[in-house]
């Protein structure tokens, strides 16, 4: 009796294990945190033509906050992406304190 027999599995999905490939499976999804496309646009749009250099990350926020009133984390995103840094790696190190130099009330 074949697995299309039984009217009741016709509906279900069965998973396909690639023998040899174990492991070794691409992932459902690409690492990282994902750029939102809107967001990348304008940063696109903020930055223009300007030099995508790190000395110029400080001047690249400031601007952002200017602009949105904020630095959300879709535009912080894709502003590590347009200037080619890790995230949230990069962005860690930008927060002004960190809990364990908060101050102790």
Known sequence: MSTHDNPQDLGKVRKFEHPGRGRNRA??????????????????????EE?????L???????????YGQISAAHLAALADEMRLAWPARSASLRPWTSHSAPVV
């Open 27 to 48: 992932r459902p999804i690409p690492k990282g945190r994902q750029v939102d496309p809107r967001a990348s646009d304008a940063i696109r749009a903020l930055l223009g």
């Open 51 to 55: 030099p995508r250099e790190r000395h």
């Open 57 to 67: 990350l400080i001047e690249y926020l400031h601007r952002i906050q200017d602009t």
